[in-house]
């Protein structure tokens, strides 16, 4: 069992986008500043970091729980190793944003 290509290519497909919003948001915040803009614009985003920080947990819990599950149904049963992985993670990733998504809705009511 080697999970060495699908890492890669998950690692690789986010790595991409990653760079993409960090170059934006240097850019974003240089030209406010450039301007004389004030700086609060920064203090009050960071007041919904924590929704955004509870999103990712949930999500990262759900994509380790998809490759566990992926795991065992490689092991197990009939069912090819890239589909088993990647319908797992897909699947458990997607639940755990929903699984978000309730929680926020809750908090906010």
């Known amino acids: 069992m080697d999970i060495t290509g699908v890492v890669a290519i998950i690692c690789s497909i986010g790595f ?5 919003f960090l170059v934006h948001r240097h850019r974003e915040r240089k ?9 609060e614009v920064f203090a009050s ?7 955004e920080s509870l999103k990712y947990g949930i999500l990262l819990v759900g ?3 998809g490759i566990l599950i ?17 319908s797992m993670i897909f699947l458990f990733g997607g639940l755990a944003l929903l ?3 309730g929680l ?3 908090d906010k009511d």
Do not use: C, H, Q, W
């Open 70 to 86: 992926g795991n065992i149904l490689d092991e197990y049963t009939r069912m090819s190793e890239e589909v088993s992985y990647f």
């Open 63 to 65: 994509l380790a729980i």
């Open 104 to 106: 926020a809705k809750k």
């Open 45 to 51: 985003a960071s007041k919904d970091r924590t929704l």
């Open 16 to 20: 991409i986008p990653l760079i993409i």
């Open 31 to 39: 030209a406010l500043i450039e301007k004389g803009l004030s700086t």
């Open 99 to 101: 699984a978000f998504y």
